[in-house]
């Protein structure tokens, strides 16, 4: 009979299981596989050192994490009548695309709500909701109306580079920026000092002599029987 296959020591696990908050919409599995592939790069010995490896797998997250948020931030911010980085062509277009998902009137306020007032006001000028029976030939006439729309002004296809750039800076304010430095900063202070650590850890284990793990053997002989067992 075969004997079992032996466990891999670094285990991904998933959800509840993982002793690192996961926030919603990210992938605990990338964060495992993270943690596992500077397990194998450090090979940590003993709970000091993993614990000092799992630091660094939190600290690298949480710089990808930033990242995320901030790219987040600066779509919401596209979509913001009320902000300076605010697309009007790409709301446009997503109004029109999320148009034929409503069944309902309160649906299609809300889409209407997301989109600038000088947008709305041509809207419901040009499509009020009393000139049709039915929602389905409302939001008919509105996607005619919106089209109008992007077709006069404008562009399809990505913002030249100029324009982009200049979006961006209307979302990455100097405050933004250096908000982001001082935690990358942060960061960096912590993930230089679990490298320390796990340096200090390893070469206090160089010190101890043979002598001292074979006393401490012998004064524990079944130290290690409940582990076996």
């Not at 592939?37 to 939190?58: F, Q, S």
């Not at 404008?154 to 324009?163: D, N, S, T, Y």
């Not at 000092?193 to 390893?202: D, G, P, V």
Request: proline share 4%; aromatic share 10%; glycine share 4%.
């Amino acid at each position: 009979m075969k004997s079992e296959e032996p466990k891999r020591f670094y285990e991904v696990k998933f959800g509840a299981e993982a002793e690192f908050a996961i926030l919603p919409g990210e992938n605990p599995l990338e964060f495992e596989l993270l943690h596992t592939r500077l397990a194998e790069e450090w090979a940590p010995d003993g709970p000091l050192e993993e614990d000092a490896v799992y630091t660094m797998a939190k600290c690298i997250w949480r710089k990808r994490r930033y990242q995320r948020f901030n790219a987040a931030r600066n779509t919401a911010a596209k979509f913001d009548p009320g902000h300076e980085a605010y697309d009007e062509q790409e709301s446009l277009t997503v109004f029109r695309h999320l148009l034929l998902q409503q069944t309902n009137d309160e649906g299609v306020i809300q889409l209407l709500s997301r989109l600038a007032g000088h947008l709305v006001d041509y809207l419901r000028d040009k499509s009020p909701r009393r000139n049709f029976k039915t929602v389905k030939a409302w939001i008919k006439a509105l996607r005619h109306e919106t089209l109008k729309l992007l077709s006069q002004g404008i562009r399809f296809g990505p913002l030249p580079a100029e324009a982009m750039i200049t979006q961006s800076a209307a979302f990455l304010t100097d405050e933004v920026f250096a908000r982001e430095l001082e935690f990358e900063k942060r960061l960096e202070a912590e993930l230089k000092e679990a490298c320390n650590r796990l340096f200090e850890i390893r070469a206090a284990k160089r010190r101890i002599q043979f002598r001292e793990i074979q006393r401490f053997e012998r004064r524990h002989p079944t130290r290690l029987i409940g582990i076996i067992r």
